[in-house]
């Protein structure tokens, strides 16, 4: 039971490039969730998914898409990279009777 | 949006005492809150949550305190280690349906041996 994962770990991109980070959970969880987290700050939602099929945008979801077409992967997508979108990106998944949330260990990415 | 905060950014602690980090909210309509810590280079770990149905809740080492009267969330660590150091986040959850959390900015806690 490997929990959350992600993939990559680490990624530079140069502006306007594209990417997709990958999140896979193997908990059969319901919800599964995007955050970034930026230097002193706590972590801001992107977008989230509460099933297999759906997504729907969370605080900061410009630049950024998302899709669920399986129940245990959630990716997120930057079309056209900023270097305003260099962060820590934090996946996390919750069962249908629980709000706790179990996160992957991160995917640290730079846009030069 | 109404939103999670932190009274201190920044916590020392001497090995052995008890640490009380706080965290206020300002959303009524909360109604389930969860303390995670986060160590360098890694993903929040989930330490206790406690929904708005109760005022205290302990875990091993460590017990929430929720006063909804004046919006106040405190986790206290008895007994604060060196492996205790680590950023600590409270979130909320709005009640929504969401299932969203909402994250305070967080606290680094130094646990001085």
């Known amino acids: 039971n490997a929990g959350v994962t992600q993939t990559p770990k680490f990624r530079v991109l140069k502006t306007g490039q594209s990417m997709t980070l990958l999140c896979a959970q193997d908990?059969?969880?319901?919800?599964m969730y995007w955050y970034r987290q930026d230097p002193g700050m706590g972590l801001r939602l992107i977008h989230y998914?509460?099933?297999?099929?759906?997504?729907a945008k969370g605080e900061v979801p410009d630049g950024y898409n998302v899709s669920r077409l399986k129940k245990q992967n959630f990716l997120l997508g930057l079309e056209s990279a900023a270097p305003s979108q260099t962060s820590v990106y934090f996946c996390?998944?919750?069962?249908?009777?629980?709000?706790?949330?179990?996160f992957g260990p991160g995917t640290r990415l730079t846009v030069l | 949006g109404e939103s999670v905060g932190l009274h201190l950014p920044t916590l020392s602690v001497q090995e052995g005492d008890n640490s009380i980090i706080n965290c206020a909210y300002s959303?009524?309509?909360?109604?389930?809150f969860i303390w995670y810590k986060q160590e360098s280079g890694k993903g929040p770990q989930f330490i206790i949550d406690?929904?708005?149905n109760m005022d205290k809740r302990q875990g091993q080492r460590v017990t929430v305190l929720l006063n909804k009267t004046v919006k106040h969330l405190s986790l206290q660590i008895a007994a604060t280690q060196p492996g205790d150091s680590a950023v600590y986040f409270c979130?909320?959850?709005w009640g929504t349906g969401r299932r969203a959390l909402t994250f305070g900015s967080g606290t680094r806690l130094q646990v001085q041996p």
């Open positions: 979130a909320e959850n």
């Open positions: 998914s509460v099933g297999e099929g759906t997504t």
């Open positions: 959303n009524s309509a909360s109604d389930y």
């Open positions: 996390a998944s919750s069962g249908t009777y629980t709000d706790t949330q179990y």
């Open positions: 908990m059969n969880h319901e919800y």
């Open positions: 406690i929904r708005s």
